[in-house]
């Protein structure tokens, strides 16, 4: 009798896990990451503070696709994947969002600016290194 509820209980959790995992499929990813963030909360940013802000969550954002796609080798490593690293992606996304926002509203272009080339001395060579 015993063995037969144990059964029952482990199926019930079972269950409840399921539908919990499953039941957050409904809202869509970008909704959930919007909803991590405040609104307005990069209104008050500079051009260039958005150009290096899009930068850093463009970067994390890569960075965490990466470890899920690492994580996503079996089952397991998907739902871990899910719980640890989702959370973050999510909010990152959220960020992401808040930022090209607030920069089509102050008509910023978030492209980088490209590096700057230095250009060797004027007459000088370089030195053969001593062996």
Partial sequence: MTEIRNRQAVSLISALVAAALTGGCSVTEQGTARLLVAPGSYEFYSCPQLVNAAQSFRSRQRELENLMAKASVDAAGRMMSEVTYRPDYL?????????????????????????????????????????
């Fill in 91 to 131: 909010t990152v996304r959220g960020q992401l969002h808040e930022v090209e926002l607030a920069a089509r509203q102050k008509q910023c272009d978030l492209t980088p600016p490209a590096p700057k080339a230095v250009a060797p001395a004027a007459g000088k060579k370089a030195r053969p290194r001593p062996r």
